[in-house]
């Protein structure tokens, strides 16, 4: 064995060029083959991040008259009507990709997002890094009033500040002074951090 290793060696040295091109071959697959088989493994062979990975199932709808297999999310009514039937689910949640613009100071940006019903975080079974999860009683309203009539979007501010004074907890995100000053409470964050 530690002759033909010796052999070996000796005719590697014999011809560098053949040699730097099999190490450098070897070297990409091997990373290849690694890159590979950790996008395989992290997407594939573990199971999600979620307390109950093995009971997550994911329904959606399908236009049948596209050829698309894509599996695309229910709308908020279509969802509310099978959340309302449905019998053999524990709990339910929606959510959807959606993108938005960030404006104010300097060039717009473009942000993506997720929007999601109450019970979302019940369902993966987790809980948020800062404040609560919302229930179905807080699904009450995603608007935004600034690209309302400005005098329905009072309306619509009116409305909260009468279903909060009934005891409901309304939560609203908004970059508007005058939308904020109907809440009682008003938390101002930065860069995804209170201040």
């Keep these: 064995m530690l002759i033909d290793f010796k052999y070996a060696l000796r005719m590697l040295l014999k011809a560098p060029g053949f040699t730097i091109i099999a190490v450098i071959t070897l070297a990409i697959g091997i990373g290849a083959n690694t890159a590979i088989f950790s996008v395989v493994n992290a997407v594939l062979l573990k199971p999600l991040p979620y307390p109950a990975p093995d009971q997550l199932v994911a329904v959606g709808a399908q236009d049948t008259r596209e050829r698309s297999t894509d599996l695309n999310s229910l709308s908020f009514p279509d969802f509310a009507d099978f959340r309302s039937q449905a019998k053999s689910f524990q709990s ?68 909260f500040r009468k279903l909060n004074n009934d005891g409901m907890t309304i939560v609203q995100v908004t970059h508007s002074e005058k939308n904020a000053s109907y809440g009682k409470r008003i938390v101002q964050l930065r860069d995804g951090w209170i201040v």
């Excluded at 990709?97 to 979302?120: C, D, H, I, K, M």
């Design 92 to 159: 339910l949640a929606v959510h959807r990709n959606t993108n938005l613009a960030l404006t104010g100071r300097g060039a717009a940006q473009s942000l993506r997002a997720q929007e999601v019903s109450g019970e979302f975080f019940d369902v993966l079974g987790v809980k948020p890094m800062l404040g609560h999860g919302f229930t179905r009683a807080e699904e009450v309203a995603d608007e935004p009033t600034g690209n309302l009539h400005s005098g329905e979007g009072e309306e619509i501010m009116e409305l």
